[in-house]
């Protein structure tokens, strides 16, 4: 979903476990943290076990600040929004299921239709891949880019063979609309 034109840029995430999905974030968030961004949390579940039992096994010179995160259940962020310095970069990571990641996704769209943000926003889904895996083509082209363990990646540069489709096209040739 391009937001560009109010400076949101949304990325998706895939991951096979909890561990997983803690492995690829820390890095991350310990770069944006480098980078003065705020980073906000909207999950489903708790994790935060996982990241208190990993962030001791990695080198992050930030492992405070990232402990200091909301890593446990929540939804609420518009306090958080608020808060924002000028020029600060806003970062959010989505996780939970599908209704969850969905409900929460529109949520935010709504929020900043209404709202211009002058900060760079960056809103990150992170999908399980197993529940997902069937919907790999609208996910992808529902977003901008991909995170994974090496980073932000254009989705061309991970899935090689990757080509946007428009979706309400697709249906009308189909018929399904």
């Known amino acids: 979903m391009d937001m560009q034109e109010n400076n949101i840029t949304?990325?998706?995430?895939?991951?096979v476990?909890?561990?997983?999905?803690?492995?690829?974030?820390?890095?991350?968030?310990?770069?944006?943290?480098?980078?003065?961004?705020?980073i906000v949390t909207i999950l489903e579940k708790d994790i935060k076990q996982n990241i208190n039992t990993l962030i001791g096994?990695?080198?992050?010179?930030?492992?405070e600040k990232i402990l200091s995160?909301?890593?446990?259940?929540?939804?609420?962020?518009?306090?958080?929004?608020n808060e924002l310095k000028e020029n600060q970069e806003l970062?959010?990571?989505i996780n939970g299921d599908k209704e969850f990641m969905q409900r929460q996704n529109n949520k935010l769209d709504k929020y900043f239709a209404s709202h211009f943000m002058?900060?760079?926003?960056k809103v990150i889904n992170c999908y399980d891949l197993i529940q997902f895996n069937g919907s790999m083509q609208e996910i992808l082209d529902k977003h901008d880019k991909i995170l994974n363990?090496?980073?932000?990646?254009?989705?061309?540069?991970?899935?090689?063979?990757?080509e946007k489709r428009n979706h309400l096209e697709e249906k009308a040739v189909v018929g399904l609309e």
């Open 57 to 63: 096994r990695l080198n992050l010179k930030n492992e």
């Open 91 to 93: 970062v959010i990571f």
């Open 118 to 121: 002058k900060h760079s926003i």
């Open 17 to 38: 476990s909890d561990w997983h999905l803690v492995t690829m974030l820390l890095p991350y968030v310990n770069q944006k943290i480098n980078e003065q961004a705020k």
């Open 149 to 162: 363990t090496s980073g932000e990646k254009e989705i061309g540069e991970v899935f090689a063979d990757y």
């Open 10 to 15: 949304k990325l998706c995430s895939f991951y």
């Open 69 to 81: 995160l909301n890593w446990s259940k929540s939804e609420e962020i518009k306090s958080s929004i």
